[in-house]
């Protein structure tokens, strides 16, 4: 049995291979269903969700298999890779567009200087 935190906050329970989420906190206990829609699968747990109390009616339906879960953890993984970069990219593409307007005004302000410089020549 493993607890965890599920997407929008709320809490998990995982057994055998079956998740489900915590619906309803009595006093003495705290009562699991399946995630899976329209399964009538049910945990009772005691309140400190350290034992298994009651196990309600059987899932219609298959565990979820380890695979799934590999494939799921790495497309995640791939998804923060993929958002790692384009921030990198994004952050990199700044800092050039910053150089290149360095170098613009550095441009701007040897032209002026050298027109300067040959205005005071032309004087002369």
């Not at 441009?107 to 002369?124: G, K, P, V, W, Y």
Request: charged share 25%; proline share 2%; net charge positive.
């Amino acid at each position: 049995m493993e607890l965890f935190v599920m997407e929008r906050g709320n809490k998990g329970l995982r057994f055998n291979n079956y998740t489900y989420r915590l619906v309803e906190v009595n006093k003495k206990s705290k009562r699991f269903w399946c995630t899976k829609k329209d399964c009538p699968a049910s945990l009772l747990t005691d309140c400190n969700e350290q034992n298994i109390v009651k196990i309600g009616k059987p899932h219609n339906h298959e565990a979820p298999s380890t695979h799934a879960k590999e494939r799921i953890s790495s497309q995640c993984t791939e998804k923060k890779k993929s958002i790692k970069k384009s921030f990198f990219e994004e952050y990199h593409s700044s800092l050039y567009h910053q150089k290149c307007e360095q170098l613009f005004y550095q441009d701007i302000i040897l032209s002026f200087i050298t027109f300067l410089i040959s205005a005071m020549c032309n004087q002369e």
